[in-house]
């Protein structure tokens, strides 16, 4: 087992590191470079997103020819890290959910065709995307195979959609679309994923949904489709393959999520040391009682756990696994530690902590939705507990070399 990076890689991600410590991190101290959501403003992150380019680290997860980095999932998962030190850094790399995520899944399965209207726009930054999956009660949600409400309906030479969505990201800015649909009652072939952009008529946003925050740009949108008409060239995949689509989507997708989700754990823990190697207490400094040094060392061997299960399951999705396990299990870790990294961050910083004069608080938040987005916790769970009981002892199977 080699868990060495590839010199090119450790040399992207010594030069993210270092874009991110020069030029984003000294916007996140000022709060007039944030946005009334709380992200980046527009005019910072259009001049950092120039800059990126022009240091050739741009979207990381897409293939050269498409003008990206080309990076292997372990490569990404190294770089992911390290451009979330910066609660800015992912969106300014071009590298930030649900644009990764769609960019990704049409780069494997869209037509030449749709690749070009659909997919290139995203990947040059011209243009943001959105997924949309869930529903309300009583529509889709983990299982949206059993529960998806949201129906396409064949008439001529059109497929006309009615339904509801929400909690869909991005979607307050977003031009293109994913909308996954029910266009059949089949159980395993029931559903179809569509493309349409902002400007076809049919639908609209019916509200921004108020979060804990703070929010991705576009936020989190509840959507009402009233007769949008979709022709068969913006069917993605083909008609009834839409459990596909979202498989082959949300699986690399949940692992860049931990991969950034690292990034931030690992900046809770920076702000954490900072703060408890300077403050005085009691005649010494934080860092030298005790129950601070517990809670530090255990936080910081969680975060290390789920460094290595995000690289194993990097390296299975680069060997053309579907990683489904492992990524499973990196998912619960890391949003658990993020958690637990950040929840330990504020309480040594005392009421500075819980205050705005740090991003604890800013992380504290947004963190609390890594336990419920792309399967809750409980799901993951589940799912790992049904691999057990089929596997029994090879659920800690080794993978063997050249086999």
Known sequence: MDFSLPRDIEQYRQRISAFVEERILPLEQDRAN????ENIV????????????????WSPQMPRYRGGMGLSMVGMAACY???????????????VAPDDGNMMVLEKVATE????????????????????????HPGA????????????????DRWVINGHKWFITGAGLAEHFMLVARTSDDARKGLTVFLFHRDQPGWEIKRRIPIMGPEEHGGHCELIFDGLEIPDDQVLLGVGEGMKVAQTRLAPARLTHCMRWLGLARRAMEEALGHVETRQAFGSVLADNQSIQTSLGEVAMEIEIGRTLVMKAAWALDQGSFARKEISMAKVAVSNVLNKAVDVAIQVHGARGYSQDTVLEWIYRYARQARIVDGATEVHQMLMARMLRSEGNDFWRWEVAGE
Not at 113 to 136: C, H, M, N, Y
């Open 141 to 156: 949600g983990s299982d949206m195979a059993g529960m998806m409400q949201t129906r396409a309906e064949r008439r001529g």
């Open 81 to 95: 890290e390290a451009m979330n030190r910066s609660i800015f850094g992912p969106v300014c790399f071009n590298a």
């Open 113 to 136: 065709a749709q690749k070009t209207r659909w997919l290139q726009p995203i990947v040059d930054g011209r243009v943001r995307s959105a997924f949309a999956l869930t529903e309300p």
């Open 34 to 37: 944030f946005d009334e959501h």
């Open 42 to 57: 527009d005019h910072h992150l259009k001049r950092l997103r120039g800059e990126v380019k022009d240091a050739g680290l």
